[in-house]
């Protein structure tokens, strides 16, 4: 057995990842291709970069992905740690100045003293039986990784896409259109609300639907899916001009399509923010979601596009506010794929056929950055309890963590396909609470914590060493 782990990626679950190995004393060398070599999703140089949303979601314990941060955060996660000191007001949710976000990690990763960064593509995985990886590569690994990950597991890879959502100028926002507010006031006032009237939306959605999308990039041409079949959109994916794209970031052309009233019911959906000018709800919202600490870049919430970017400055201009809106970013679609990980992981994270080689991120089916995080926490520390030769840590299914761990990892599952945090995965409690669906939750999120608490108390969450 090799005295250090290898991990390819240093994105949010490498990072992660590498953090857990060396708080227990093993020392990790971190493969990681940027800056010699980017994808064209990325932007910057530096470690766990975002590159869709600057929003980690809700930061409410009683919501799934709220536990999941509180779960990671007791136990002393470096992206969580990031997180909170790089945070940026978005009311009940946890968002970033995703410029500090990556450069608080990449300076932690970079200076600790077992930490070994190697700027280099991994092209292939290890022959060597001895040899513990972690392959982090997350939903953009290239080709050459991706076709020796195949070779290796013999399993079909399937393709999908994520959508990123345009960012704007803050100053070219017409604030006089505009008020600043949380629907139902919760949390700090941290949206700017963009008002519809009933008319001023049926422009807007027919405008939407009868716009150009943008061409496929030959990086985004899937090489193994069958673009002839349709896909079954009651799960997580929908087919839609040849692209499979996961439910959680459809493009809102996409979603308009689906009716006139979708996007109403979804991004564009009013209920909750009362307009001071009227003291009604508007027919319809556009939220814009603070992007950095300095307030000058804002984020379209849930306006994921593959449209092109002179219609994006056209459609998204007709909306109250942004009539001059400065694109600092526009939204663009890229590839992302995932593994049969039912068939080939275990709850470690590990390959089954290969218990020294792990498997971490949105590559595994976890879908979000927080997830990807969570997958590798568990991924670190089973990697470096390899290398100190301890048995496989498999964290309870009452925890947010241990349920993510146990779907990706349920060999029931026939038709798998990416998934958020969510208490569904979670085995139902013992005896029926009260308070609805919100005291269910929170009875949830405290057995959680009293499981996560007793494993810190017993030192397997890790002791700095």
């Not at 943008?214 to 839609?240: G, W």
Request: with cysteine; hydrophobic share 40%.
């Amino acid at each position: 057995m090799t005295s250090y782990i290898d991990i390819y990626g240093a994105g949010l679950a490498g990072c992660e990842a590498a953090w857990q190995a060396v708080r227990r004393g093993v020392p990790v060398h971190l493969h990681e291709m940027k800056p010699q070599k980017t994808t064209p999703a990325h932007r910057y140089s530096g470690f766990a970069e975002l590159v869709c949303s600057n929003s980690l979601r809700s930061n409410q314990i009683f919501n799934a992905i709220g536990l999941l941060k509180e779960e990671l955060s007791r136990a002393k996660s470096l992206i969580m740690e990031a997180a909170y000191a790089c945070e940026v007001p978005a009311g009940a949710a946890l968002a970033v100045d995703r410029i500090r976000f990556s450069d608080y990690i990449t300076e932690k990763i970079k200076t600790h003293p077992l930490i070994t960064v190697i700027e280099e593509e991994v092209t292939s995985i290890p022959d060597d039986p001895d040899a513990v990886t972690v392959v982090a590569t997350g939903p953009l690994t290239s080709d050459a990784l991706s076709k020796a990950i195949a070779a290796l597991t013999g399993s079909e890879y399937l393709h999908f896409y994520d959508a990123a959502a345009p960012i704007v100028s803050a100053e070219s926002i017409d604030m006089e259109k505009v008020w600043m507010a949380s629907r139902y006031d919760k949390g700090d006032a941290a949206y700017l609300n963009c008002p519809m009237t009933k008319e001023e939306y049926t422009a807007f959605y027919h405008a939407l639907i009868c716009a150009k999308e943008a061409a496929l990039h030959e990086f985004d041409t899937p090489t193994d899916v069958d673009t002839s079949t349709d896909v079954d959109a009651s799960n997580s994916t929908e087919k839609d001009g040849g692209l499979q794209v996961f439910e959680g970031c459809m493009p809102v052309e996409v979603m308009a399509r689906r009716g006139p009233d979708t996007l109403l019911y979804g991004p564009l959906k009013p209920v909750g923010l009362t307009d001071p000018k009227t003291g009604r709800e508007p027919y319809a919202v556009v939220q814009l979601r603070q992007e950095n600490a300095e307030k000058s870049m804002y984020n379209l919430v849930g306006f994921q596009t593959h449209l092109t970017w002179e219609e994006q400055r056209r459609v998204f201009g007709m909306i109250p506010g942004l009539e001059h809106a400065e694109f600092l970013r526009y939204g663009v679609m890229h590839r992302n794929t995932f593994m049969n990980a039912p068939k080939l992981l275990s709850a470690d994270y590990s390959l089954r056929t290969r218990p020294n080689l792990f498997f971490a991120g949105q590559m595994t089916g976890v879908e979000g950055y927080i997830e990807s995080t969570g997958s590798g926490f568990i991924a670190g520390i089973n990697a470096s309890r390899r290398v100190l030769g301890e048995e496989p840590l498999y964290f309870p299914r009452e925890t947010m963590l241990g349920a993510m761990a146990a779907y990706i990892s349920d060999e029931c599952i026939t038709d798998f396909q990416p998934m958020n945090a969510n208490f569904g995965l979670i085995p139902p409690l013992e005896k029926k609470v009260k308070g609805g669906k919100k005291g269910r939750n929170d009875a949830y999120a405290a057995r959680a914590i009293e499981k996560i608490d007793e494993m810190i108390a017993l030192g397997l969450c890790g002791e700095e060493r």
